[in-house]
């Protein structure tokens, strides 16, 4: 029988939001850019509480903090919003910062969530953390290379095996202790990472798969702009 424990087991969303948006170019964040009337930072968090998360922590621009509140204000589930750093990593230790103000000493999954994967599907925020809940320390989902990929340097080019390779997607689950630790070691060493799952591996923790979802895509550049829209409005 599952323990009362396990059930009641917190899900916290951290959500990053503090990026630029360079390659996207909008007039307003990133985050903020509306789908049919609806933000990207709003339509991540409906997908993560549709999921099963319970609150969340939204890392924002400092530069941008009335526009966020604002946005969030109709924010589908408890939100806290802190400040982001210069790094993603930064941002996402920001987030983790305030875990101890909503959960005091209390383990619980906790999701890392870029706010510009906007359509990730609720089955994939699900698998995550059931397969935390399930004993994973860190859990990531992934999807096939479809492209043919290169790899180049001073000696020339090679095609790499793509069925040896995956594309890593968010939300990626971690037991709450783990992602505090591996932060923790990183700040320490200031090694750099492009990913929580990677910072995990770092202090030697393995990193389990799940299936992602091509429509857990990042919205990066203008064309990722027009496929969301269509997403959005159901265009075949
Ligand atoms: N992010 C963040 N803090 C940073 C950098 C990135 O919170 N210092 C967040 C972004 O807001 C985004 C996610 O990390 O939701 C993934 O980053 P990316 O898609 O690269 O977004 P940006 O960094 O904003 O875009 P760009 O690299 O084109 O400037
Ligand atoms: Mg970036």
Redesign the pocket.
């Known amino acids: 029988m599952m323990s009362t424990d396990s059930i009641a087991e917190p899900v916290v969303a951290i959500v990053?939001?503090?990026?630029?948006?360079?390659?996207?170019g909008a007039a307003v964040p990133?985050?903020l850019v509306p789908i049919a009337g609806v933000s990207l930072l709003r339509r991540s968090l409906t997908q993560l509480a549709a999921g099963g998360a319970q609150q969340a922590i939204v890392?924002v621009p400092a530069d941008e903090v009335d526009a966020f509140d604002a946005d969030l204000g109709e924010a589908p589930l408890p939100t806290r919003r802190v400040i982001?750093?210069?790094?993603?990593q930064?941002?996402v230790a920001a987030g983790l910062a305030v875990l101890p103000e909503l959960l005091g000493e209390a383990d619980g999954v906790i999701l890392i969530h870029?706010?510009?994967r906007a359509f990730v599907p609720a089955d994939v925020v699900g698998r995550v953390s059931d397969a935390v809940r399930a004993g994973a320390p860190a859990v990531i989902p992934v999807t096939a290379v479809t492209d043919t990929i290169r790899e180049v340097d001073d000696l020339g080019s090679r095609v790499i095996d793509r069925t040896r390779l995956r594309g890593v997607q968010t939300p990626q689950g971690f037991r709450r202790s783990i992602i505090e630790d591996a932060h923790a070691a990183l700040a320490e060493t200031g090694t750099p990472v492009t990913d929580d799952a990677a910072a995990v591996e770092y202090t030697g923790n393995e990193v389990a798969l799940v299936d992602g979802d091509a429509l857990a895509f990042?919205i990066?550049t203008p064309l990722d702009l027009l496929l969301a829209r269509a997403v959005a409005e159901g265009r075949p």
């Open positions: 990053v939001a503090a990026g630029s948006g360079s390659r996207l990133k985050a890392v982001g750093g210069a790094q993603r930064d941002s870029d706010a510009a990042k990066t």
